[in-house]
């Protein structure tokens, strides 16, 4: 089962229609969009992850939210918050298709830090979610995005807390035994594992990727992308 097959089970979202018509309620903020979508599939499948496997609140996940005084107005595909009222921005993630190109993909990066960094929706994580192609970043201490310093492996579990909660128990053990305590760095990075079974067509379509990637869409001869 799938996470969004468990959301639609557990009464988070709903699909309703057939075909093309076919859309999809979340049903926690009360947003409809058209499932139909290839691009709307892969949104829907990251927010049920959201929910399943990194454990954020349905109630916390916002969708289709407009970045406050953007020019042009724009909009965050994926919005984790901190609160409740859906005040407090904490992780944005751009959603595209799967299988989109390298200059769609590095597109989508501009628009999701654009927004995650803007001055008014401030987020300590950005992310660009296209099927099985993510690239995810942390910001919150760092305000002028490095694209490549601060790239990291995932988002983290339930806003950290089960990292610093480990963290923090290992600091009591050391200073109830030593009495002295070393460097010690407090950092929310709780990954869950990544590796799952996959069908046969995505273990394709990803090797499809990276064979576009190496060669940058015919830029490159066969011998400089080996």
């Known amino acids: 089962m799938s996470y969004l097959e468990r959301a639609i089970t557990d009464g988070h979202a709903k699909l309703t229609g057939e075909g093309k018509q076919q859309k999809i309620l979340y049903v926690a ?3 409809i969009e058209r499932y139909a979508d290839p691009e709307e599939q892969v949104r829907a499948e990251f927010w049920a992850e959201l929910i399943y496997r990194y454990g954020y609140e349905p ?3 916002g969708v289709e939210i407009t970045v406050p005084d953007r020019t042009p107005s ?3 595909d994926l919005v984790v918050f901190r609160d409740d009222e859906r005040k407090k921005p904490y992780a944005v993630i751009e959603c595209k298709a799967d299988g989109v190109t ?3 993909f590095n597109q989508a990066v501009e628009q999701a830090c654009g927004n995650g960094t803007w001055a008014k929706f401030r987020a300590n994580y950005v992310g660009v979610v296209a099927g099985m192609t993510r690239r995810l970043w942390f910001l919150r ?3 002028r995005l490095e694209r490549e310093a601060n790239i990291i492996a ?3 579990r339930i806003y950290g807390k089960e990292r610093r909660k480990a963290q923090g128990q290992t600091l009591n053990a050391k200073m109830n035994s030593t009495r002295t305590v070393s460097a010690f760095s407090l950092q929310p990075l709780a990954f869950p594992s990544p590796v799952q079974p996959v069908s046969k067509e995505a273990l394709i379509g990803a090797i499809k990727k990276c064979h576009q990637t190496l060669w ?3 830029k490159l001869s066969p011998l400089a992308a080996l």
């Open 29 to 31: 903020v009360n947003h």
């Open 59 to 61: 109630a916390r996940i």
């Open 74 to 76: 724009d909009r965050a």
């Open 102 to 104: 390298d200059a769609e």
């Open 141 to 143: 201490e760092i305000r």
């Open 154 to 156: 995932d988002l983290p």
């Open 216 to 218: 940058a869409g015919g």
